[in-house]
């Protein structure tokens, strides 16, 4: 079950155009992502800081498309040029 959950998800950035390495790190990314904000989410005091900061539902869903837009539209290391890849791969 859990290695057909990856298996879909790595298909899913693949079908938007990553590479199965930058799939991978996409991956990585989202996860760590979610992790830390989820861990912030329950310690109370910060917890309550990131409330009266912002509206957290959407800082979070800014979080995630500020993740994916840096694998689409970032810039390929080697060649400087912008990878093309579609944003919807991450949905």
Known sequence: MRGELLE???NQ???GG????RAIQAHSAL???TLGW???QGNQTVDA???ELMDVDEGFEAGLAAIA???CGGLDRATGSGSGIS???FE
């Open 8 to 10: 879909r998800i790595f």
């Open 13 to 15: 950035l693949m079908a």
């Open 18 to 21: 990553l590479d199965s390495q």
């Open 31 to 33: 996860q760590s992502f």
């Open 38 to 40: 989820s861990l912030f």
């Open 49 to 51: 800081l990131m409330h």
């Open 69 to 71: 837009a840096g694998f």
């Open 87 to 89: 944003v919807a791969a």
